[in-house]
């Protein structure tokens, strides 16, 4: 399998705070990977930069063969919308739109024919199961019917690298895991790779693999017994 990301050697401090310190990691093509490590290890800004949404101080992130720290920002913001889906704690909607719109903004942005982008929009909110709140807003919705149109939104431009930061933090036991699943299910039937930053045990054992971040570095992989 080839590699789609990877961080190499990454730096990012904010201020005195040095919250990556060297960081290398890499994911495959289609791979779904779980980032886990203590609070403040460094893994949301890990996950900011292979996402191309922060740029390291020093390392390289690689996207698919190429230097994603170097494109300009605008190189860095139309990848981001053509090839990544980002979905994070609290799914971030856009208050003033029923939940089919806001699923459909980032193929308008793409500047699709609007038919075509509510009815794409419609059916990514059946395949989560939150169709039936298609015509909601999302102060009407609840957590885990927020966190599936948020998802819904990250899927709809159809993206090679979904990168989700605790996507189900904020719900309880059971909706957290149906969401993740309806996630997962998603990503990979359309081959997507997944990099899934959590905290969380249970959610970290459905992916693929998982990358252990400790004080801005990767800890190396467990050798199997
Ligand atoms: N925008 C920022 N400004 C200042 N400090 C920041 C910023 N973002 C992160 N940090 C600091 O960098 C360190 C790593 O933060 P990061 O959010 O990446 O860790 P994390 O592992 O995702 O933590 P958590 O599990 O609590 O979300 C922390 O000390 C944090 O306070």
Same mark, same amino acid.
């Given at each position: 399998?080839?590699v789609?990301v990877?961080?190499?050697a990454?730096?990012k401090?904010?201020?005195?705070t040095?919250a $990556?310190?060297?960081?290398?990691?890499?994911?495959?093509?289609? #791979?779904?990977?779980?980032?886990? !490590?203590?609070?403040?290890?460094?893994?949301?800004?890990?996950?900011?930069?292979? %996402?191309?949404v922060?740029?390291?101080?020093? !390392?390289?992130?690689?996207?698919?063969?190429?230097? +994603?720290?170097e $494109?300009? #920002?605008?190189?860095?913001t139309? $990848?981001?919308?053509?090839e990544f889906?980002v979905?994070?704690?609290?799914?971030?909607?856009?208050? #003033?739109?029923?939940?089919v719109?806001?699923v459909a $903004?980032?193929l308008?942005?793409?500047?699709?024919?609007?038919? @075509?982008?509510?009815r794409? @929009?419609?059916?990514?909110?059946?395949? +989560?199961?939150? !169709?039936?709140? %298609?015509?909601?807003? *999302?102060g009407e919705l609840?957590?885990?019917? %927020?966190?599936?149109?948020?998802?819904?939104? /990250?899927?709809?431009?159809?993206p090679?690298?979904?990168? %989700?930061?605790? *996507?189900?933090g904020a719900?309880?036991t =059971?909706?957290?895991?149906q =969401?993740?699943?309806? +996630?997962?299910?998603a990503?990979?039937?359309?081959? /997507?790779?997944?990099? +899934?930053?959590?905290?969380?045990n249970?959610?970290a /054992?459905?992916?693929?693999r998982?990358?252990?971040?400790?004080d801005? @570095? =990767?800890?190396?992989? @467990?050798?199997?017994?």
């Amino acid at each position: 399998m080839s590699v789609l990301v990877a961080a190499h050697a990454v730096r990012k401090s904010f201020g005195r705070t040095e919250a $990556l310190r060297g960081a290398t990691m890499s994911v495959d093509d289609g #791979e779904v990977v779980a980032v886990t !490590g203590r609070s403040g290890s460094g893994k949301s800004t890990l996950l900011m930069c292979l %996402a191309g949404v922060l740029r390291p101080d020093a !390392g390289r992130i690689e996207y698919s063969g190429g230097r +994603l720290d170097e $494109l300009s #920002e605008r190189d860095r913001t139309r $990848l981001r919308r053509r090839e990544f889906g980002v979905v994070l704690q609290f799914g971030q909607l856009v208050p #003033e739109l029923t939940a089919v719109q806001n699923v459909a $903004l980032p193929l308008l942005f793409e500047r699709h024919e609007r038919a @075509a982008a509510m009815r794409s @929009a419609m059916s990514w909110l059946d395949r +989560l199961g939150a !169709g039936d709140v %298609a015509g909601a807003r *999302p102060g009407e919705l609840s957590g885990g019917e %927020a966190q599936r149109v948020a998802i819904a939104r /990250a899927l709809v431009t159809g993206p090679r690298a979904i990168f %989700a930061d605790e *996507p189900t933090g904020a719900l309880d036991t =059971v909706s957290g895991d149906q =969401v993740l699943t309806a +996630l997962l299910t998603a990503a990979r039937s359309s081959y /997507a790779t997944v990099v +899934l930053v959590t905290h969380d045990n249970r959610v970290a /054992a459905h992916a693929d693999r998982e990358i252990v971040l400790r004080d801005g @570095a =990767v800890e190396p992989a @467990a050798v199997a017994r």
